[in-house]
């Protein structure tokens, strides 16, 4: 069957999630004739259903990816499917990486640096809390920067419970930051806090790409394209220019679509699988893999839950998916004992409903019948939560990569990631674990208990730096070998600190579109 091709668009962009929507967004009112490609279908407010049940849909229907290794088990929970993609059951935790996350590599000889600072970011990080809308109080532990827009939302009864806990150990509980409106903002409604974000959230209280971006980007007259699967990244003969992208529609019909500029802002893993795809006889192991880095130094967060049964009401199906309230302090010792290695954030007194993956319910999975009904008679009013995230070293080993003996239903190699934590890093999580359980009984928890620890959030393999030898792209996002071949979202992170990226992935496309904007002649030559 003959490729259709299309009319040539000055930029095309892969993914319709957080960094791709805000990328068209900022690029179409630049002036540019802006194309984004949505693998999956559209998606209305309608569609934001508050069932945890419902809300699946809402998560990766795609390929498969396989994942190998002793911190596994992340991909179809943290991708989305559709458009917004993960924006619309994300958490909205909202962090700034802290000065030394930048340095890693110079400071303690572990890890990798990023070739940009805290400072570069700063001004970007500060442009991005007011566009998505952030909630909280200044935080004496966390990055200086801008004021946040709103005031924190409130501390909740399980907060309230857990906080005593925190204050036997010397710590201080501080309200969260969040891309949740505490109060109307920017148009979009204050938020219930009835605990459903992650099954998106239909008043818009939660910044999503549904009432931030597309408004705006449609506005400007970017064009939005579902089922939309795009499988590679076309270049010309010399292999230094790429001139659009081949991608397949819902009948299975290749399409080739043109461009002067081509932006990958897929999640992770599909970032990283797409450059894969892409080879060619200029570029055989991989597009932008001179380097050899392409798909390494895969990361994620090591994160391990507490739980506990509180003597005192908590409502812990109440307030926010993401978390009521955070603890920074200490996160700056990255070296805590001999042996550990890496920072650690608590994000305290996450909305917790009866089922699902991550209800009151699976808390004890080892029980059933009646040993269950009694536990979730007493969860059901006195249950509260924490989870700790620990930071993952950026190793080679780490890496995405083509897995040619399992194949997605157009025939192409589906993603294999393989992710093993450290020692270092694994022992960090046992001291935070030890650390979580003394503040849980400290607070007076007749039982606490602590999950398996477990990958969350994916970044990296598509790394940025400064030298070519040793990196995909440079700090915007630009592929050393392809220069109008940009890559946006996490996989740019050399390193991933120990807090949620989605600020820092705004800051970077903000900072991208700039950069874009400013060359926009020699880009679209």
Excluded at 52 to 71: A, K, N, Y
Aim: glycine share 10%; charged share 20%; with cysteine.
């Amino acid at each position: 069957m003959k490729k259709i091709s299309h009319e040539l668009v000055d930029v095309v962009i892969a993914g319709s999630g957080i960094a791709g929507s805000t990328m068209a967004a900022e690029l179409g009112e630049a002036g540019f004739n802006v194309l984004v490609l949505e693998a999956g279908p559209e998606r209305k407010l309608s569609d934001m259903i508050s069932s945890q049940i419902w809300s699946r849909r809402l998560r990766w229907s795609g390929p498969e990816v396989r994942e190998t290794g002793d911190l596994v088990g992340a991909a179809n929970f943290a991708m989305g499917w559709g458009t917004g993609g993960a924006g619309l059951h994300w958490y909205a935790n909202w962090y700034r990486l802290h000065p030394d996350d930048f340095h890693v590599q110079s400071l303690y000889g572990r890890s990798l640096d990023w070739p940009i600072s805290y400072e570069d970011l700063r001004p970007w990080y500060d442009h991005a809390q007011t566009y998505f809308g952030v909630s909280g109080d200044a935080d004496p532990h966390a990055p200086a920067g801008a004021p946040y827009p709103m005031p924190a939302i409130p501390i909740s009864r399980q907060s309230s419970a857990i906080k005593k806990g925190f204050e036997t150990e010397g710590l201080k509980l501080t309200s969260n930051t969040l891309a949740i409106n505490s109060t109307p903002f920017d148009g979009r409604a204050g938020c219930l806090l009835d605990g459903w974000c992650d099954s998106g959230c239909p008043i818009g209280a939660l910044a999503n790409p549904l009432v931030l971006q597309w408004p705006r980007a449609k506005k400007a007259g970017v064009e939005l394209r579902h089922n939309a699967y795009v499988v590679r990244i076309e270049t010309d003969p010399s292999g230094s220019l790429a001139t659009g992208v081949t991608y397949l529609d819902e009948l299975g019909q290749e399409n080739f679509q043109p461009s002067k500029v081509v932006i990958s802002s897929c999640h992770t893993i599909w970032n990283a699988r797409l450059l894969l795809l892409s080879s060619n006889d200029k570029h055989a192991d991989g597009l932008g893999n001179g380097s050899g880095t392409l798909g390494q130094y895969f990361t994620s967060h090591a994160l391990t839950t507490i739980h506990g049964l509180f003597p005192q009401e908590t409502e812990p199906h109440l307030g926010v998916s993401g978390a009521n309230t955070l603890c920074l302090e200490g996160y700056e010792n990255k070296q805590p004992e001999d042996g550990a290695f890496g920072s650690r954030a608590w994000l305290v007194g996450q909305a917790a409903k009866p089922n699902d993956l991550l209800g009151t319910a699976l808390a004890k999975p080892e029980l059933f019948g009646d040993a269950l009904e009694t536990y979730m008679q007493k969860a059901s009013a006195h249950y509260g939560n924490m989870t700790v995230l620990c930071e993952e070293e950026s190793i080679p080993e780490n890496h995405i990569a083509l897995d040619p003996s399992r194949r997605d239903r157009f025939g192409l190699p589906q993603a294999l990631v393989t992710n093993s934590l450290p020692q270092a890093n694994a022992a960090r999580t046992t001291l935070a674990k030890a650390e979580g359980l003394r503040i849980f009984k400290a607070a007076g928890t007749s039982e606490a208990w602590a999950g398996a620890r477990s990958p969350m959030h994916m970044l990296g393999g598509t790394i940025m730096g400064d030298d070519p030898s040793a990196s995909v792209t440079n700090s915007f996002g630009q592929v050393h070998e392809v220069d109008n071949l940009f890559v946006a979202g996490a996989s740019l992170f050399p390193t991933p600190g120990a807090i949620n990226p989605t600020a820092t992935l705004a800051a970077l496309v903000f900072r991208t579109a700039d950069y874009i904007r400013t060359n926009k002649s020699s880009l679209l030559r």
